[in-house]
Protein backbone atom coordinates (compact mmCIF):
# COMPACT_ATOMS: atom_id res chain seq x y z
CA UNK A 1 0.00 0.00 0.00
CA UNK A 2 1.28 3.35 -1.24
CA UNK A 3 1.97 5.83 1.54
CA UNK A 4 -1.11 8.53 1.82
CA UNK A 5 -1.37 11.57 3.87
CA UNK A 6 -4.98 12.54 5.50
CA UNK A 7 -6.28 16.00 4.13
CA UNK A 8 -4.01 18.96 6.41
CA UNK A 9 -7.41 20.12 7.54
CA UNK A 10 -9.17 16.61 9.28
CA UNK A 11 -10.66 17.59 12.50
CA UNK A 12 -11.75 15.26 15.15
CA UNK A 13 -15.79 15.41 15.29
CA UNK A 14 -16.90 13.58 18.52
CA UNK A 15 -16.40 10.52 20.87
CA UNK A 16 -19.14 7.59 21.78
CA UNK A 17 -18.87 6.00 24.58
CA UNK A 18 -20.73 2.87 26.48
CA UNK A 19 -21.78 3.81 30.08
CA UNK A 20 -23.51 1.94 32.68
CA UNK A 21 -25.74 4.67 34.01
CA UNK A 22 -27.14 7.56 32.08
CA UNK A 23 -28.81 10.11 33.97
CA UNK A 24 -25.66 9.64 36.60
CA UNK A 25 -23.08 10.34 33.68
CA UNK A 26 -25.26 13.44 32.10
CA UNK A 27 -25.37 15.13 35.84
CA UNK A 28 -21.61 14.56 35.65
CA UNK A 29 -20.78 15.98 31.84
CA UNK A 30 -23.39 18.62 32.63
CA UNK A 31 -22.69 19.85 36.26
CA UNK A 32 -19.00 19.11 36.88
CA UNK A 33 -17.43 19.61 33.09
CA UNK A 34 -20.06 21.94 32.02
CA UNK A 35 -21.39 20.41 29.01
CA UNK A 36 -24.77 21.32 27.16
CA UNK A 37 -27.66 18.45 26.77
CA UNK A 38 -28.60 18.74 22.89
CA UNK A 39 -30.47 15.93 22.64
CA UNK A 40 -31.11 12.69 25.04
CA UNK A 41 -33.47 10.00 23.18
CA UNK A 42 -33.48 6.28 23.04
CA UNK A 43 -30.98 5.85 25.96
CA UNK A 44 -27.82 8.00 24.20
CA UNK A 45 -27.30 11.48 25.28
CA UNK A 46 -25.55 13.67 23.02
CA UNK A 47 -23.21 16.89 24.82
CA UNK A 48 -21.55 19.82 23.09
CA UNK A 49 -20.54 22.84 24.46
CA UNK A 50 -22.84 25.43 22.07
CA UNK A 51 -21.92 23.95 18.87
CA UNK A 52 -22.01 20.17 17.51
CA UNK A 53 -21.71 17.01 19.62
CA UNK A 54 -17.92 16.40 21.42
CA UNK A 55 -19.53 13.27 23.50
CA UNK A 56 -22.19 10.83 23.12
CA UNK A 57 -22.97 8.93 25.93
CA UNK A 58 -24.78 5.41 25.13
CA UNK A 59 -26.12 3.38 28.05
CA UNK A 60 -25.86 -0.02 28.52
CA UNK A 61 -27.30 -0.66 32.47
CA UNK A 62 -24.80 -4.22 32.50
CA UNK A 63 -21.63 -2.65 31.05
CA UNK A 64 -18.83 -3.82 32.90
CA UNK A 65 -14.96 -2.24 33.52
CA UNK A 66 -12.69 -3.83 32.09
CA UNK A 67 -9.01 -3.84 32.22
CA UNK A 68 -5.89 -5.04 30.32
CA UNK A 69 -7.76 -4.64 26.60
CA UNK A 70 -7.41 -2.17 23.65
CA UNK A 71 -10.06 1.04 23.97
CA UNK A 72 -10.05 4.23 25.54
CA UNK A 73 -7.03 5.34 27.69
CA UNK A 74 -8.77 8.95 27.57
CA UNK A 75 -10.34 11.36 25.35
CA UNK A 76 -8.90 15.35 25.39
CA UNK A 77 -11.41 18.28 25.74
CA UNK A 78 -9.23 21.23 24.17
CA UNK A 79 -10.50 24.50 25.63
CA UNK A 80 -9.55 27.93 23.91
CA UNK A 81 -7.60 29.27 26.33
CA UNK A 82 -5.58 29.16 29.76
CA UNK A 83 -8.82 31.19 31.09
CA UNK A 84 -11.24 28.84 30.21
CA UNK A 85 -8.71 25.85 31.55
CA UNK A 86 -8.35 27.62 35.19
CA UNK A 87 -11.87 27.66 35.00
CA UNK A 88 -12.46 24.03 34.57
CA UNK A 89 -9.68 23.53 37.57
CA UNK A 90 -11.85 25.91 39.49
CA UNK A 91 -15.20 23.51 38.79
CA UNK A 92 -13.59 20.47 39.94
CA UNK A 93 -12.38 22.08 42.81
CA UNK A 94 -15.73 23.25 44.02
CA UNK A 95 -17.33 19.88 43.01
CA UNK A 96 -14.59 17.98 44.75
CA UNK A 97 -14.54 15.89 41.63
CA UNK A 98 -10.94 13.39 41.72
CA UNK A 99 -8.41 14.88 39.95
CA UNK A 100 -5.95 11.97 38.57
CA UNK A 101 -3.42 14.14 37.51
CA UNK A 102 -1.64 17.18 35.79
CA UNK A 103 1.05 18.16 33.13
CA UNK A 104 2.51 20.32 30.94
CA UNK A 105 3.33 18.95 27.89
CA UNK A 106 5.57 21.79 26.58
CA UNK A 107 2.62 21.94 23.71
CA UNK A 108 -0.01 22.45 26.12
CA UNK A 109 -1.12 22.19 29.84
CA UNK A 110 -3.49 19.50 30.75
CA UNK A 111 -5.57 18.36 33.83
CA UNK A 112 -6.79 14.42 33.92
CA UNK A 113 -9.75 13.03 35.36
CA UNK A 114 -12.02 9.41 35.59
CA UNK A 115 -15.84 9.93 34.67
CA UNK A 116 -18.02 7.54 36.86
CA UNK A 117 -17.71 5.04 34.67
CA UNK A 118 -13.50 5.32 34.80
CA UNK A 119 -13.60 6.30 31.39
CA UNK A 120 -10.34 8.76 31.15
CA UNK A 121 -10.95 12.15 30.24
CA UNK A 122 -8.08 15.17 29.66
CA UNK A 123 -9.29 18.53 30.07
CA UNK A 124 -6.59 20.98 28.15
CA UNK A 125 -5.65 24.18 26.93
CA UNK A 126 -2.64 24.31 23.63
CA UNK A 127 0.11 26.68 23.79
CA UNK A 128 0.31 29.11 20.48
CA UNK A 129 2.18 26.76 17.03
CA UNK A 130 4.93 29.49 17.82
CA UNK A 131 5.83 28.51 21.33
CA UNK A 132 6.05 24.72 20.48
CA UNK A 133 9.73 23.57 21.66
CA UNK A 134 11.27 21.65 18.03
CA UNK A 135 14.23 19.27 18.42
CA UNK A 136 15.85 18.47 14.32
CA UNK A 137 12.66 20.38 13.12
CA UNK A 138 10.19 17.85 15.45
CA UNK A 139 7.90 19.25 17.85
CA UNK A 140 8.97 18.14 20.87
CA UNK A 141 6.94 16.99 24.23
CA UNK A 142 7.05 16.19 27.78
CA UNK A 143 4.98 15.52 30.32
CA UNK A 144 6.83 18.11 33.31
CA UNK A 145 4.84 19.08 36.90
CA UNK A 146 1.91 21.49 35.41
CA UNK A 147 2.30 25.39 37.16
CA UNK A 148 -1.03 24.89 39.38
CA UNK A 149 -0.58 28.26 40.54
CA UNK A 150 0.14 30.40 37.43
CA UNK A 151 -2.87 28.66 35.63
CA UNK A 152 -5.26 30.23 38.58
CA UNK A 153 -3.59 33.58 38.41
CA UNK A 154 -5.19 33.63 35.41
CA UNK A 155 -8.92 34.00 37.07
CA UNK A 156 -7.20 37.35 39.17
CA UNK A 157 -9.35 39.76 38.96
CA UNK A 158 -11.72 37.86 37.69
CA UNK A 159 -15.29 37.21 39.78
CA UNK A 160 -17.38 35.40 37.10
CA UNK A 161 -19.86 32.81 37.56
CA UNK A 162 -19.31 28.84 36.15
CA UNK A 163 -20.99 29.04 33.04
CA UNK A 164 -20.55 25.84 31.75
CA UNK A 165 -17.61 25.08 28.83
CA UNK A 166 -16.63 28.19 25.82
CA UNK A 167 -18.57 27.45 23.24
CA UNK A 168 -15.15 27.20 21.29
CA UNK A 169 -14.41 24.08 23.30
CA UNK A 170 -13.85 20.91 20.94
CA UNK A 171 -12.86 16.85 21.22
CA UNK A 172 -8.31 18.19 20.72
CA UNK A 173 -7.19 14.46 20.86
CA UNK A 174 -7.60 10.85 21.36
CA UNK A 175 -5.53 8.46 23.38
CA UNK A 176 -6.15 4.99 23.05
CA UNK A 177 -4.74 1.18 24.14
CA UNK A 178 -3.53 -1.07 21.43
CA UNK A 179 -2.07 -4.48 21.17
CA UNK A 180 1.03 -3.61 18.92
CA UNK A 181 2.63 -0.11 18.23
CA UNK A 182 4.19 -1.10 14.82
CA UNK A 183 0.22 -2.56 13.47
CA UNK A 184 -1.56 0.58 14.55
CA UNK A 185 1.60 2.81 13.33
CA UNK A 186 0.37 1.02 9.75
CA UNK A 187 -3.51 1.18 10.19
CA UNK A 188 -3.41 4.86 11.46
CA UNK A 189 -0.74 6.50 9.11
CA UNK A 190 -0.98 3.92 5.94
CA UNK A 191 -4.57 3.52 6.16
CA UNK A 192 -6.29 6.81 7.49
CA UNK A 193 -3.09 8.90 6.34
CA UNK A 194 -1.95 10.36 9.86
CA UNK A 195 1.74 11.62 9.86
CA UNK A 196 3.79 10.38 12.62
CA UNK A 197 4.82 13.04 14.77
CA UNK A 198 6.80 11.73 17.73
CA UNK A 199 7.26 8.29 20.06
CA UNK A 200 8.04 8.03 23.62
CA UNK A 201 10.47 5.24 24.03
CA UNK A 202 8.95 1.46 22.56
CA UNK A 203 5.82 2.13 24.32
CA UNK A 204 3.41 5.28 22.52
CA UNK A 205 3.36 7.16 19.53
CA UNK A 206 1.52 10.23 18.48
CA UNK A 207 0.34 11.08 14.86
CA UNK A 208 -1.90 14.36 13.88
CA UNK A 209 -2.91 16.03 10.79
CA UNK A 210 -1.91 19.62 9.46
CA UNK A 211 1.17 19.79 12.05
CA UNK A 212 -0.81 19.33 15.12
CA UNK A 213 1.49 18.33 18.28
CA UNK A 214 -1.21 15.21 17.78
CA UNK A 215 -5.06 14.45 16.96
CA UNK A 216 -4.38 10.65 18.02
CA UNK A 217 -1.95 9.03 20.68
CA UNK A 218 -1.60 5.24 20.92
CA UNK A 219 -0.45 3.16 23.21
CA UNK A 220 0.63 -0.81 24.74
CA UNK A 221 0.29 0.30 28.24
CA UNK A 222 -2.53 -2.14 28.84
CA UNK A 223 -0.09 -4.99 27.78
CA UNK A 224 1.30 -5.52 24.69
CA UNK A 225 -1.05 -8.02 22.83
CA UNK A 226 -4.25 -7.03 24.68
CA UNK A 227 -7.34 -8.23 23.40
CA UNK A 228 -9.88 -5.77 22.18
CA UNK A 229 -12.19 -4.80 24.98
CA UNK A 230 -15.53 -7.38 24.52
CA UNK A 231 -18.97 -6.02 23.61
CA UNK A 232 -19.98 -5.30 26.74
CA UNK A 233 -17.67 -3.12 27.98
CA UNK A 234 -17.48 0.55 29.74
CA UNK A 235 -15.57 2.98 27.48
CA UNK A 236 -14.96 3.75 23.73
CA UNK A 237 -17.80 2.62 21.04
CA UNK A 238 -15.83 5.14 18.43
CA UNK A 239 -14.81 8.47 17.73
CA UNK A 240 -15.25 10.69 14.60
CA UNK A 241 -12.68 11.46 11.96
CA UNK A 242 -14.14 14.59 9.64
CA UNK A 243 -12.34 15.11 6.43
CA UNK A 244 -13.51 17.81 4.12
CA UNK A 245 -14.73 15.90 1.19
CA UNK A 246 -16.70 12.70 0.81
CA UNK A 247 -14.40 11.56 -1.74
CA UNK A 248 -11.57 11.78 0.92
CA UNK A 249 -14.67 9.21 3.27
CA UNK A 250 -14.59 6.98 -0.01
CA UNK A 251 -10.74 7.00 -0.34
CA UNK A 252 -10.09 6.13 3.13
CA UNK A 253 -12.83 3.24 3.53
CA UNK A 254 -11.25 1.74 0.32
CA UNK A 255 -7.95 1.73 1.87
CA UNK A 256 -9.44 -0.15 4.96
CA UNK A 257 -10.70 -2.46 2.46
CA UNK A 258 -7.62 -3.54 0.63
CA UNK A 259 -5.85 -3.57 4.10
CA UNK A 260 -8.28 -6.47 5.06
CA UNK A 261 -10.40 -4.03 7.76
CA UNK A 262 -14.48 -4.10 8.49
CA UNK A 263 -16.21 -1.28 7.10
CA UNK A 264 -20.28 -0.48 7.77
CA UNK A 265 -21.74 2.15 6.29
CA UNK A 266 -23.99 4.16 8.57
CA UNK A 267 -26.18 7.16 7.63
CA UNK A 268 -23.31 9.33 9.22
CA UNK A 269 -20.62 8.29 7.23
CA UNK A 270 -18.48 4.73 7.36
CA UNK A 271 -17.26 3.19 10.73
CA UNK A 272 -13.77 1.18 10.12
CA UNK A 273 -12.31 -0.73 12.98
CA UNK A 274 -8.62 -0.45 13.26
CA UNK A 275 -6.90 -4.06 14.27
CA UNK A 276 -7.70 -3.81 18.02
CA UNK A 277 -11.23 -3.00 17.16
CA UNK A 278 -10.92 0.67 18.23
CA UNK A 279 -14.20 1.92 16.22
CA UNK A 280 -13.57 5.08 13.66
CA UNK A 281 -16.14 6.74 12.07
CA UNK A 282 -15.49 8.56 8.80
CA UNK A 283 -18.13 11.20 7.79
CA UNK A 284 -17.83 15.08 6.37
Given at each position: ??????????????????????????????????????????????LGAGGEDIVVLHEN??????????????????????????????????????????????????????????????????????????????????????????????????????????????????????????QANAFYGDVIGLDLITRF????????????????????????????????????????????????????????????????????????????????????
Open positions: MTNHSIDPNMTLGHVALTVSNLDRSIEFYREVLGFQVRDNTAGAAHPRARRVRGTSGLYHFAVLVPSRVELAKSLKRLAETHWPVQGFADHLVSEAIYLPDPDGNGIEIYRDRPRSEWPRLDGQIRMATDPLDLDGVMAELDGRDEAWAGLHPQTVLGHMHLHVGNLPGNSALFMSAGGYHHHLGLNTWAGAGAPPQPPDAIGLRYFTIKLPQSSEVGATADRVRESGGSIEERAEGMLVRDPFRNGVLLTI
